[in-house]
């Protein structure tokens, strides 16, 4: 039979549980089988929070790398997506705010601004004042939007509108209760639409 | 849920786009959406915000990042006391991490005698946990990757600022959208406290030195136990927050969001009383506010939300949309639930002896609504005026010859009243449906 060279997402022989016990044993290829069925989660959501390449990239590396350190203290309290999130979003938050960060990310241009592709599902072109705007003039507007609002808030509606995740486990990820996830949900899109439609005028 | 300071109901309106408002939140929100078209708008664009940020391309991570996460560990985790070797191996110069362990060391002394002793160890609150950071503990923390030195320096001061960490993300949502009123239930007293600047962000330092704590500085861990979890998420989390105080705050809010029982409608008991059905299909053309129902479709394509009073509320992904219908005609004589085409049509067959006698009784089950128990694709709930439930199925669709004709009946009905009967008035409204919504001819 051939066997792939792309390692399998968990479930073939080893359950997640099993490469999660090997690699706490310091197992690193079994943790390499945890980072290649995560990494795409993580990597979109470091990105959509920082929405640099280079820097997602290095904060991708520091989230696996701290998550393999940490294993040990991982007790399946909740899914290992959600324990990942939680390391990424942090790590993602914490980068934003370093001085020289927040410094060298006031003199860069745009990076998103040329190169969005959006999928515009068909009809949503002429439904609102909102998005009468050309379909391409929104997403560039949005993708400013989105930069310029507080990573928190960014971090709330990537973990929701980016990754479909429940109120409940966005509550996890965060470290909030869920009543502040909604409340801080509302006030990101609110303020999100105020901009787009800001800019839009 | 709290009164808003704002007269337009945002907090609700994002829940209810996210459709994870309660009924009796949804019941209100529609009550609010009938006479203010500002939010019927503004549910409309968040709406199709989300969808649009759900939508962004996001680049694909490089096709060798998996490789070289894999090296950077297999050269961390090859070495027996990996972390003090590579520590010791990293371009961070040893001069400057022996200067900083002094000064950090000088720091933690005086702040020991600031702090109450038992607030001094690992159990303490966040403000000590970055003691386990690299330049105090080079032997257990941050073998691999240690921070630019900038950022170790920026560590010590923060432990100055940061008594509690929660807040200083909000504080950073304060930096541009001062209002007060955010974050909920989630306020602690340590809120007040935070830093209001552009704080430098505890969060992963907290979140390192608890899982450093956890993972090689812990002289005899206990495996699995309650307490060590719980320790961990309640240092991961740092705002102290457990999930015990969660379930607290929202038992005491829980009372506040109910609102005043003055249930005027017939019971659902009443309701399947044979004689119901006759009565309701005099009454029904002309309902006011007080007194309309609800009928709650939930499906795979798209949630409906129809009131006896005209108001149509339809929310799919990329679309919202809340209208007012004109009003249905009285019904034709000998009109039984055979087939839907307007709102009293519908209610009529969604209050028949039929419906409510299909799935859980709202006894078995009265939140049934909120946390289904069984999975399922669909439901339909008929509520009273004040948005509680009389009776809710949950079902799977697409439906089958075997499932109850009356199941049947109100899902093809509430299709046929989307896509037919009311498809101009929700256009017209808001803009054409989406394609994907509609049913292929």
Redesign the interface.
């Known amino acids: 039979m051939l066997k792939g060279m792309e390692p399998r997402p968990v479930e073939q022989p080893e359950s997640e549980e099993d490469l999660i016990g090997r690699a706490r044993e310091?197992d690193?290829r079994a943790?390499?089988r945890l980072?290649?069925t995560h990494?795409?989660a993580v990597?979109?959501v470091v990105?959509?929070i920082l929405r640099h390449?280079e820097d997602?990239?290095d904060v991708?590396?520091?989230v696996?790398?701290?998550a393999?350190?940490?294993?040990?203290?991982y007790?399946g309290?909740c899914r290992l997506s959600t324990w990942l999130h939680?390391?990424a979003v942090?790590?993602s938050?914490?980068h934003?705010?370093?001085?020289?960060e927040?410094l060298r990310r006031a003199s860069r241009p745009l990076e998103v601004a040329t190169?969005?592709?959006?999928?515009?599902?068909?009809?949503?072109e002429?439904?609102?004042?909102?998005?009468a705007l050309e379909a391409k003039e929104?997403?560039q507007k949005?993708?400013s939007c989105?930069e310029q609002l507080?990573?928190?808030?960014r971090a709330a509606?990537?973990l929701?509108?980016?990754e479909?995740m429940s109120?409940e486990e966005m509550?996890d990820v965060l470290?909030?209760?869920?009543?502040?996830v909604?409340?801080?949900?509302?006030?990101a899109?609110?303020?999100?639409?105020e901009c787009?439609?800001g800019v839009s005028r | 849920m709290k009164q808003e300071t704002n007269p337009h109901p945002h907090e609700l309106l994002s829940a209810f786009s996210d459709q994870v408002a309660s009924p009796q939140e949804a019941a209100r929100l529609q009550e609010h959406l009938r006479d203010c078209a500002e939010c019927r708008q503004l549910l409309h664009d968040l709406t199709a915000l989300a969808m649009a940020i759900g939508e962004e391309a996001v680049p694909a991570p490089p096709p060798q990042l998996a490789e070289r996460i894999r090296q950077k560990i297999e050269a961390g985790s090859s070495r027996t006391t990996p972390s003090a070797a590579s520590f010791w191996r990293s371009p961070f110069p040893p001069a400057l991490a022996a200067t900083l362990l002094m000064a950090t060391t000088l720091f933690l002394i005086w702040r020991r005698e600031q702090v109450a002793p038992d607030q001094a160890g690992f159990q303490a609150p966040p403000a000590s946990v970055p003691v386990a950071k690299s330049e105090t503990a080079p032997g257990v923390a941050e073998p691999l990757a240690p921070p630019s030195p900038a950022a170790e320096k920026s560590d010590i001061a923060r432990n100055e600022v940061q008594d509690r960490e929660l807040k200083s993300q909000g504080s950073i949502s304060d930096t541009t959208q001062p209002s007060a009123d955010e974050e909920g239930s989630a306020k602690t007293a340590a809120d007040a406290a935070a830093p209001r600047a552009f704080a430098p962000a505890p969060t992963s330092d907290k979140q390192d030195a608890s899982l450093n704590a956890h993972g090689t500085a812990e002289p005899s861990p206990a495996p699995g136990t309650e307490s060590q979890s719980r320790d961990y998420l309640d240092v991961i989390t740092a705002s102290g927050l457990t999930g015990e105080d969660y379930k607290k705050a929202m038992a005491k809010k829980a009372p506040a969001e109910v609102p005043k029982a003055k249930d005027n409608r017939p019971s659902a008991s009443a309701l399947s009383d044979g004689a119901s059905a006759g009565a309701l299909k005099e009454s029904a053309p002309v309902v006011s506010a007080e007194e309309a129902r609800s009928l709650a479709y939930e499906g795979p394509g798209f949630s409906a939300t129809f009131s006896e009073d005209g108001l149509v509320t339809l929310i799919a992904r990329g679309y919202a949309c809340s209208v007012t219908v004109p009003p249905s005609q009285a019904a034709p004589d000998g009109a039984r639930a055979r087939s839907i085409d307007d709102l009293a049509s519908l209610f009529r067959t969604a209050s028949s002896r039929e419906f409510l006698a299909t799935g859980s009784t709202p006894e078995d089950a009265p939140t049934a609504m909120a946390a289904p128990a069984v999975p399922a694709t669909s439901s339909l709930e008929l509520r009273n005026a004040q948005g509680d439930p009389i009776h809710s199925v949950p079902f799977n669709e697409p439906l089958s010859q075997e499932s109850p004709q009356v199941l049947r009946t109100l899902s093809q009905g509430i299709h046929s009243l989307i896509f037919q009967r009311y498809r101009k008035e929700l256009e017209s409204r808001c803009g054409p449906l989406p394609a994907t919504l509609l049913p292929t001819p």
């Not at chain 1, 393999?68 to 203290?73: C, E, R, S, T, V």
């Not at chain 1, 470290?175 to 502040?180: K, P, Q």
């Not at chain 1, 909604?182 to 006030?187: C, F, T």
Request: charged share 25%; aromatic share 8%.
């Open positions: 310091g690193s943790f390499d980072v290649q990494l795409g990597w979109r990105w959509r390449r997602t990239e991708v590396q520091e696996f790398i701290t393999f350190k940490a294993l040990a203290g007790r309290e939680r390391i942090t790590r938050l914490n934003l705010r370093s001085r020289g927040v190169e969005m592709t959006l999928a515009v599902p068909d009809g949503i002429g439904q609102t004042p909102l998005l929104l997403l949005l993708a989105l507080p990573a928190i808030w509606v990537t929701r509108d980016g479909e109120y509550a470290g909030v209760a869920v009543g502040t909604r409340s801080r949900l509302a006030r899109r609110v303020a999100l639409r787009v439609r």
